[in-house]
């Protein structure tokens, strides 16, 4: 809509819409960092509970850690798809913001994504979602060799 068609009240309200979308974009931020800390004090967790039962119980016990295995890397598997989901919300996000700038005197957003080449160019600018990635995946190595050996140790 042109601010001919609005109103008077057209760049108060554009600007007050613009601060929405950034404070709206920080929030998914920490939502997304809220949500990383529950996948790490959930995998934490995972290996405590399989410590403190390999420790106490008695027989055979493959089977569990087998289990548990699989329910680590179920658990990583919906951590990537959060931080996926995260960085699809964000990207929109500032999609919007980016737009919306250029309707502004300043661009911040637009002007630093520009110096960090946009994200193209891995020296300037590592994109978290790419570092986000790693962890969970680092965590699926040992859930692989715990179910690995859990098997091998049933059978043998």
Request: hydrophobic fraction near 45%; include cysteine; charged fraction near 15%.
């Amino acid at each position: 809509m042109k601010s001919e068609e609005y109103g008077s009240n057209f760049q108060q309200h554009y600007l007050d819409q613009y601060k929405m979308c950034v404070e709206m974009a920080d929030r998914i931020s920490q939502r997304r960092a809220q949500a990383n800390q529950f996948f790490m004090t959930a995998h934490t967790g995972l290996v405590g509970i399989l410590s403190l039962v390999g420790g106490l119980a008695k027989g055979d016990i493959y089977w569990i850690y087998a289990c548990a295995g699989v329910f680590g890397i179920l658990m990583c598997i919906a951590w990537l798809v959060t931080i996926n989901s995260y960085q699809q919300l964000n990207s929109g996000k500032f999609k919007i913001i980016l737009k919306m700038e250029q309707n502004l005197p300043a661009a911040p957003y637009g002007d630093e994504w520009q110096v960090l080449g946009e994200g193209a160019d891995a020296k300037k600018y590592r994109q978290l979602t790419t570092v986000e990635c790693i962890v969970p995946i680092l965590f699926i190595v040992p859930y692989l060799f715990v179910i690995v050996l859990s098997l091998y140790k049933s059978i043998t």
